[in-house]
C-alpha cells in the first residue's frame, strides 16, 4: 500500500487549503485513513481521521475548520483547511490502516503513511 499526499503549499492566515491523499494498493474501502501533522521541535498531532463506512474523527484544534472526506472510487482522502492559522503550519502526513476506535487519534494501528506535505500559514 502507497499513500501520495498533496496540495500543501504557503497561504496566508485566514485562508484555505485542500489537501489529497492517494491510497493506490490494499483494499481502499476497508482501511480508516488519518491525517497528523509535525511542526519543528514538536510532537507529531493528530488532525483527522475517516472510518471506510466515513464516520469522522477530529483534533480539538481544528473542529469546526478542517474538514475529512473521502472519495471511495477514487481511493482519495480529502482535507479541506479553512480559516487556517499560524499554528497550523507544519508538515501533514496520511496514513491507512485498521485502527480500532482507542488507536485512531494516537497514530498506532495505521500500518501505512505517505511522505508528507508541507502547510505554511503566514501571519
Known amino acids: 500500500v502507497q499513500l501520495q499526499a498533496s496540495g500543501g503549499g504557503l497561504v496566508q492566515a485566514g485562508g484555505s487549503l485542500r489537501l489529497s491523499c492517494v491510497v493506490s494498493?490494499?483494499?481502499?474501502?476497508?482501511?480508516?485513513v488519518g491525517w497528523f501533522r509535525q511542526a519543528p521541535e514538536k510532537e507529531r498531532e493528530f488532525v483527522a481521521a475517516i472510518r471506510w463506512y466515513s464516520i469522522q474523527y477530529y483534533g480539538d484544534s481544528v473542529k469546526g475548520r478542517f474538514t475529512i472526506s473521502r472519495d471511495n472510487a477514487g481511493s482519495i482522502i480529502y482535507l479541506q483547511m479553512s480559516n487556517l492559522k499560524p499554528d497550523d503550519t507544519a508538515l501533514y502526513y496520511c496514513?491507512?490502516?485498521?485502527?480500532?476506535?482507542?488507536?485512531?487519534?494516537?497514530?498506532?494501528?495505521?500500518?501505512?503513511w505517505g511522505q508528507g506535505t508541507q502547510v505554511t500559514v503566514s501571519s
Open positions: 496514513a491507512a490502516g485498521r485502527p480500532i476506535t482507542s488507536q485512531i487519534r494516537s497514530g498506532s494501528g495505521y500500518g501505512y
Open positions: 494498493g490494499g483494499t481502499f474501502r476497508e482501511y480508516s
